[in-house]
C-alpha cells in the first residue's frame, strides 16, 4: 500500500491524445519526496537540456506535494514545472485553493503533459475517467469565466480548474493560470498552457488517500493547530504588520499599506514615495479596500484567511490576495486604489500575474514619455483605438494590447527583458529591475542588504517571496526588543542562530552591510531556503512555514509529521539531505539550461551603496557554504554525497563542471 502519496502519475501525450495511469516508484519519495523534488528529477531525467520554452518537448507538470490531501494544516500548493518563456530555465510557480488535493482524491500525484495539442482542448479528470474535450468555444474566454463555464457544462459545480485567459492564449510571458480562488501566476506557465493548446485542467476526485500512522500523524497537527491559535492571538511585536502573523501576508484583512506604498517602488520600480500614507490616503484606501472585499477565503485545509472574494462596485467577482491589491495602482502611479481593483480585474481575467505584469505595462509608459515608441506605436487600428493620453486608460489600453499581442503589446508581451532588447533605441536602460530576465518585486534601496543579495541572486526562481522568510527583514532597533524576539523560537534550526539576531544593529560596525558576516548570511540563506525546500516538496503553503517569522511548520516537527504521513523514518537530518539533494539537482538542471555565475546579480541600482568586493565575497562564500566551486557548480565530491553521481559525470560531459 502507498502512503501519503497515490503512487500514480497521468502522462498525457496531448499531439496523439494517448492518455495513460502510470505508477511511480516508491523509491523516488526516500530520495526526493515529492512535488518540486520529483518534478526536478522527472524534468532532469526527461528533457534536453536544449529544450526550449515553445517546443514540443518543454514537458509541463501539475503536481501535488507529499502531503496534499492529507489532514496536514495548509498543504494546498499546486506546483506546476516547465522551461520558462522569461527566463529559459525551469519555472514553478504555485497555487494554493483546492486543485491539488482534488488530484490525489482523484487518484494522481500529477499530471504530465507531454508535445502540443493540435486543437484547443480542455483536460477533464474524473477519478479514472481521462478526457481531452474539445474547448474551441472557450478560446478568447477570460480566466474565470472558462472555469464557470466549465463546471456549468460538465455539471461539476465541485470540479477544481486550473484555466488562463487570453494572455496565455497568446502566449504572454507574464501569463498566469488562475484556479478557483487562486493563481500560479509568475514566469509564464499560461503562455506554455497555451503553446500547448490546453484551455484548462479540470478535476474532481472522490478516492481516500492512505496514512501509515493516523494517530501520530493526528497529534502532530492538534499541536500545531494550538501553536497557530497562539499566534494568532499573539502577533509578533516589532516587525512590520504583514509579517507579525501567520499566513500569507494579511493584506486583504489589514488595511495598513504604509509599509509596501512607501517602501516599495512605483512606477517600473522608479519613484519611492515617502511620506505617501498621508491623512487622506490612510482613510481613503482602507475605506476602498472594505468596500470591495465581499468575504476572506481560506485554502484547502487551512485555518487562515489570506485572499479575499472581491467584488468592487460594478467589477465582476475574482479573488485577490497580497501584494496584488497595489501593484497596478503603484506601477501606473496613480493614487486610487478603487481603479487599482478594477485594473486587477481586468488582468485576472487575461490571465496575468499580477507582480511583473504591472512593471511591465509601467516600462511601456516610461517609453511613451521618453519618447522611445514612438507616433506609430501609439495609433489605433481598424481593430483598436489610439493610445489614450490620460494615464489610468493609457495603462489599460497598453494591458489589452499587451494581452491581444497587437502593435507594441506584441513586444511588451515577451516582459521588459525580451521587449527592452527588441525595441532598442535606448528601451535597454529603462529594463532596470530584471534579474535572469525576470521582473523582480519593485524594490530600490539605499545600502546593500547582505542577506538580501545572496537571495536575491542564488535563488531558482527569482522570486524573493519564494526563498525569504523565517529570518527577520531588518535588525530590531533595541537589545531589549531583540532579547524578546529570540526568547520564544522553537522554530530555529540551531540555537546559534540567536546570538546573530542580539548582535545585528540598525547601524554601525555590526550593520548591514558588512554584518551578518558572509558566513552567517549563507548560513541563513541556507536554513532560509531549506525550509522553502522542504515546503515545496510537501506542497504545504510557504506562508506557514518558509515564509513568515515563526511558522507553524518547522524543520523539528516536519520530520515527524512526514515519518507518520509516509512510514519511512525520518528526522532532521535525513530531511535535511533529501532537500539538499534536490536543491542540487535543480541547480545542476538549471546550469545545464545554459545559466552561469555572471547571471547571479541584482540590478545596479537595486541598492543605491554598492560594494563589488563583498559582493563576490558573499558569493564565494555562499558557493564553498553549499559544496560549490566558485562557478556555482556542486562539486564532485558534493554530488558523491548526495547520492548524484549521475549528475557530476552528466555536468563533467558537458563541461560544466571542469575541475572536480
Ligand atoms: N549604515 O535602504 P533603506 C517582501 C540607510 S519583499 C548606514 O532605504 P529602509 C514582500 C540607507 O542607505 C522584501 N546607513 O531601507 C512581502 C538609507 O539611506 P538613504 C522586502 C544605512 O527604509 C509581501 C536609509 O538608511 N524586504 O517581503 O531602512 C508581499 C534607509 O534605508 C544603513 C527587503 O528588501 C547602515 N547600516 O528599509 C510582497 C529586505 N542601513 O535613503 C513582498 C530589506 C541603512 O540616504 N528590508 N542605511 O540612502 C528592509 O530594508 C526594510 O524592510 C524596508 C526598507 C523594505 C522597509
Ligand atoms: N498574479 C495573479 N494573477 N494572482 C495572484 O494572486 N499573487 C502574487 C503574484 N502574482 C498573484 C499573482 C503573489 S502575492 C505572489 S507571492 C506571487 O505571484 C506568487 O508567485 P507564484 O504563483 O509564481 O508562485
Redesign the pocket.
Known amino acids: 500500500m502507498r502512503y501519503a502519496e497515490t503512487g500514480y502519475n497521468l502522462e498525457i501525450d496531448l499531439a496523439t491524445g494517448n492518455i495513460e495511469r502510470v505508477e511511480t516508484d516508491p523509491k523516488l519519495v526516500e530520495t526526493h519526496l515529492g512535488g518540486l523534488g520529483t518534478n526536478v528529477k522527472l524534468h532532469w531525467d526527461r528533457v534536453p537540456p536544449e529544450t526550449k520554452a515553445f517546443d514540443d518537448g518543454n514537458m509541463m507538470i501539475f503536481s501535488s506535494g507529499l502531503l496534499n490531501a492529507t489532514p496536514a494544516w495548509s498543504a494546498n500548493r499546486t506546483l506546476v514545472t516547465f522551461v520558462s518563456p522569461q527566463t529559459g530555465m525551469l519555472a514553478y510557480p504555485f497555487s494554493g485553493g483546492f486543485w491539488s488535493a482534488e488530484l490525489k482524491y482523484a487518484g494522481y500525484d500529477k499530471v504530465i503533459l507531454n508535445n502540443k495539442s493540435p486543437n484547443w482542448v480542455y483536460i477533464w479528470i474524473k477519478n479514472d475517467k481521462v478526457e481531452l474535450r474539445d474547448a474551441s468555444h472557450l478560446v478568447g474566454r477570460g480566466a474565470y469565466e472558462t472555469q464557470d463555464l466549465i463546471r456549468e457544462e460538465l455539471k461539476e459545480p465541485d470540479a477544481q480548474i486550473f484555466a488562463i485567459g487570453p494572455a496565455g492564449e497568446n502566449r504572454c510571458f507574464t501569463a498566469s493560470m488562475e484556479q478557483g480562488r487562486s493563481s500560479a501566476s509568475r514566469l509564464g506557465g499560461g503562455a506554455i498552457m497555451g503553446d500547448k493548446k490546453v484551455k484548462a485542467i479540470a478535476v474532481r476526485g472522490t478516492k481516500d488517500i492512505n496514512l501509515y500512522d493516523g494517530e501520530a500523524f493526528m497529534k502532530e497537527m492538534m499541536d500545531m493547530m494550538a501553536y497557530i491559535n497562539y499566534r494568532n492571538a499573539n502577533p509578533i511585536p516589532g516587525v512590520m504588520t504583514?509579517l507579525a502573523g501567520i499566513g500569507s501576508?494579511q493584506e486583504m484583512v489589514h488595511t495598513d499599506e504604509k509599509?509596501h506604498t512607501e517602501?516599495f517602488m512605483w512606477g517600473n520600480a522608479r519613484v519611492r514615495r515617502r511620506g505617501f500614507w498621508d491623512e487622506n490616503i490612510s482613510v481613503e484606501w482602507p475605506e476602498t479596500q472594505l468596500a470591495g472585499i465581499k468575504r476572506l477565503i481560506s485554502c484547502y485545509n487551512c485555518p487562515q484567511h489570506c485572499g479575499a472574494l472581491i467584488a468592487f462596485k460594478d467589477t465582476p467577482r475574482y479573488m485577490a490576495k497580497?501584494?496584488g491589491k497595489m501593484t497596478y495602482a503603484m506601477a501606473a502611479y496613480v493614487d486610487s486604489l478603487d481603479w487599482s481593483w478594477r485594473a486587477l480585474q481586468r488582468a485576472t481575467e487575461y490571465g496575468f500575474d499580477s507582480f511583473s505584469t504591472p512593471q511591465i505595462l509601467a516600462f511601456g509608459v516610461e517609453l511613451i514619455e521618453a519618447g522611445i515608441l514612438t507616433e506609430e506605436d501609439l495609433v489605433g487600428t481598424d481593430e483598436y483605438p489610439p493610445c489614450p493620453e490620460e494615464t489610468e486608460e493609457r495603462f489599460l489600453w497598453l494591458m489589452d494590447r499587451t494581452a491581444y499581442r497587437q502593435g507594441i503589446g506584441n513586444l511588451l508581451a515577451d516582459g521588459v527583458y525580451w521587449a527592452a532588447r527588441a525595441i532598442g533605441n535606448g528601451a535597454e536602460a529603462f529594463d532596470h529591475n530584471t534579474i535572469k530576465k525576470h521582473e523582480q518585486?519593485p524594490?530600490k534601496?539605499?545600502?546593500l542588504?547582505p542577506i538580501?543579495f545572496l537571495m536575491y541572486t542564488t535563488n531558482e526562481k527569482i522570486s524573493?517571496?519564494q526563498i525569504?522568510g523565517n529570518w527577520p527583514?531588518?535588525a530590531f532597533p533595541t537589545m531589549e526588543m531583540r532579547e524578546e524576539f529570540v526568547r520564544d523560537w522553537p522554530q530555529l534550526p540551531d540555537d546559534h542562530f540567536k546570538q546573530y539576531v542580539l548582535d545585528w544593529e540598525p547601524?554601525g560596525e555590526k550593520?548591514?552591510p558588512f554584518f551578518p558576516t558572509p558566513y552567517m548570511c549563507s548560513e541563513i540563506v541556507d536554513w532560509m531556503e531549506m525550509m522553502h525546500n522542504i515546503d515545496d516538496a510537501c506542497c504545504i503553503c510557504c506562508g506557514m512555514s518558509g515564509f513568515c517569522l515563526k511558522p507553524p511548520w518547522h524543520i523539528h516537527n516536519y520530520p515527524r509529521v512526514i515519518q507518520a504521513a509516509t512510514g519511512i523514518e525520518m528526522d532532521e537530518a535525513k530531511l535535511k539531505k533529501i532537500v539538499n539533494r534536490n536543491r542540487n539537482l535543480h541547480r545542476a538542471l538549471n546550469l545545464r539550461y545554459g545559466f552561469r555565475r555572471e547571471d547571479e546579480n541584482a540590478p545596479e541600482d537595486h541598492w543605491?551603496?554598492r560594494y563589488p568586493e563583498l559582493e563576490k565575497e558573499l558569493l564565494d562564500t555562499y558557493y564553498q557554504y553549499k559544496g560549490w566551486n566558485l562557478d556555482g557548480v556542486p562539486t564532485k565530491e558534493r554530488l558523491h554525497e548526495l547520492d548524484l553521481d549521475y549528475v557530476a559525470e552528466d555536468l563533467m560531459k558537458r563541461g560544466i563542471l571542469r575541475d572536480g
Open positions: 504583514i501576508p509599509w517602501n497580497c501584494f518585486l524594490l534601496l539605499g545600502t542588504d538580501y524573493i517571496t525569504e527583514q531588518a547601524r550593520s548591514i543605491k551603496r
